[in-house]
T-cell receptor, first 113, second 116 residues
C-alpha cells in the first residue's frame, strides 16, 4: 500500500483480555518499529525489527508484551492479560533502510476498561 | 529520565507571523534530530531533520536550528498558516554515522495553534 496501515484503529478490551494489533508496513521497508504513546506524551520506543529479526525489544514494558514479524513484512504486537496502564495509542513505523526516515501509521488506540 | 524535552506544552501564533518551537536534549550521543507533525487521529509525519554536523537546515517555510553546545534545537515556521496547527514532536537519534537502526527518542510535544 501507499503508507503504513494499522488495524484495528480502535480497540476496547476488558482488563485481563488478550489483544493483537496489526501493522502492514510500506512494501519493501526493511525496518519496522513499534511505539507506545500515552495521553499527552510523546511516543516511546517498544521494539525494532530488521526484516524478520527482532533486534531490539528493550522498550517492551513487561513480558505480557510480545511482537513478531515472521515473514519480514506484516507485524503483530500482542498484549496478554491487558491492564489499565496499557491504555495508549500504539504506533507502528517503517523505514526503507536501516537508518532511513521512519513513516508512521495512524496508530491503534487501545482502551482497557 | 526524559532525554528529549519540549518545555512548552502549547503555542499560539497569529497567521503570517513566525512560530518558534523549542526542544532540549540531554544525551550527548544524539547526533541526528527530526521534527514530526501530528494531526488528531493521524500518525506523526516527518517534517524536517538536521545532522549534528550542521547548525541549520531549511526547507521552504520550515527551518531547524541546532545549538550543540547548548543541546538545544528549534523549529521556525515562517510565515505560519492555519493549516500548520498540529502537535509538533522533536525527536533524536544516536545515528552513529548511519550504522544505528534509527530508534527515535521523542519529546512530549508542543501543540501549535495558528489563528487566522
Amino acid at each position: 500500500g501507499a503508507g503504513v496501515s494499522q488495524s484495528p484503529r480502535y480497540k476496547v478490551a476488558k482488563r485481563g483480555q488478550d489483544v493483537a494489533l496489526r501493522c502492514d508496513p510500506i512494501s519493501g521497508h526493511v525496518s519496522l518499529f513499534w511505539y507506545q504513546q500515552a495521553l499527552g506524551q510523546g511516543p516511546e520506543f517498544l521494539t525494532y525489527f530488521q526484516n524478520e529479526a527482532q533486534l531490539d525489544k528493550s522498550g517492551l514494558p513487561s513480558d505480557r508484551f510480545f511482537a513478531e514479524r515472521p515473514e519480514g513484512s506484516v507485524s503483530t504486537l500482542k498484549i496478554q492479560r491487558t491492564q489499565q496502564e496499557d491504555s495508549a495509542v500504539y504506533l507502528c513505523a517503517s523505514s526503507l533502510a536501516q537508518s532511513g526516515t521512519a513513516f508512521f501509521g495512524q496508530g491503534t488506540r487501545l482502551t482497557v476498561v | 529520565d526524559q532525554q528529549v524535552k519540549q518545555n512548552s506544552p502549547s503555542l499560539s501564533v497569529q497567521e503570517g507571523r513566525i512560530s518558534i518551537l523549542n526542544c532540549d536534549y540531554t544525551n550527548s550521543m544524539f547526533d541526528y534530530f527530526l521534527w514530526y507533525k501530528k494531526y488528531p487521529a493521524e500518525g506523526p509525519t516527518f517534517l524536517i531533520s538536521i545532522s549534528s554536523i550542521k547548525d541549520k537546515n531549511e526547507d521552504g517555510r520550515f527551518t531547524v536550528f541546532l545549538n550543540k553546545s547548548a543541546k538545544h534545537l528549534s523549529l521556525h515556521i515562517v510565515p505560519s498558516q492555519p493549516g500548520d496547527s498540529a502537535v509538533y514532536f522533536c525527536a533524536a537519534i544516536h545515528n552513529a554515522g548511519g550504522t544505528s537502526y534509527g530508534k527515535l527518542t521523542f519529546g512530549q510535544g508542543t501543540i501549535l495553534t495558528v489563528h487566522p
